[in-house]
Structures are given as C-alpha cells and as structure tokens.
C-alpha cells in the first residue's frame, strides 16, 4: 500500500511559477507510475502529467505541455511536479496518484492523495 501527501500549493500571480511534490510512504514506491490529476470547482478532474516507475517515460496533457514538467526521485520516494508560465486557468485541486501502470486514466491509479490547492490570480 501506497501513502501519498501532496504539499506545495499556494496562491501565485499569472505568470509565476510553483512547485508542487508528492511524498510516498512505503517500500513499493518505484514500482509505481506516477500522475497528477486536477480538478477545478464544477468541473471533472482531469489528467495533468504521468512518469513512468523509472522516470524514463513521462506525458503531459496538452494544456500544460511545455509549460509543466514533472519529475520523481525514487531515493527520495517523491515526485514533482514544477509549474512555470501558470495561468487563471490552472487553477485546480491537484492530486497525485500511484499506479501500476502510467496512464490518463483516473482509474487506473489505486492510491490518491489529499490534494492540494493551486490558484492563479490574473
């Protein structure tokens, strides 16, 4: 079993940029893929970035490519995800997410985290 605890978030201006990092407990951690996931008020939480157990493959939606990167480090058992160029429209919960297998997919990730609040002011 997988225990996440998301930390980072905070209220940043348009254009900033933030951190946010995913801390694991247990051993199995880098067996798992990672993601993030959003989700802003009315809306359905979507898919943000998720790597790979190793960190050798990662994907990004759209909406974030290039301005998002996310990154783990296994020793640390934590994963990261640096936020550049936000935008009002980033606005969100954010949820890190452990799974067997990276993917899109909300519900493919067995483990979730608290989430942890984003937003961007214009």
């Known amino acids: 079993q997988v225990q996440l605890v998301e930390s980072g978030g905070g209220l940043v201006q348009a254009g900033g940029s933030l951190r946010l990092s995913c801390a694991a407990s247990g051993r199995t951690f880098s067996s798992y893929a990672m993601g993030w996931f959003r989700q802003a008020p009315g809306k359905e939480r979507e898919f943000v970035a998720a790597?790979?157990?190793?960190?050798?493959?990662?994907f990004h939606a759209d909406s974030v490519k290039g301005r998002f990167t996310l990154s783990r480090d296994n020793a640390k058992n934590t994963v990261s995800l640096q936020m550049n160029s936000l935008k009002p429209e980033d606005t969100a919960i954010y949820y890190c997410a452990a799974s067997r297998t990276a993917s899109v997919r909300s519900d493919d990730y067995a483990y979730w985290g608290q989430g942890t609040q984003v937003t961007v002011s214009s």
């Open positions: 790597i790979s157990w190793s960190g050798g493959t990662t």
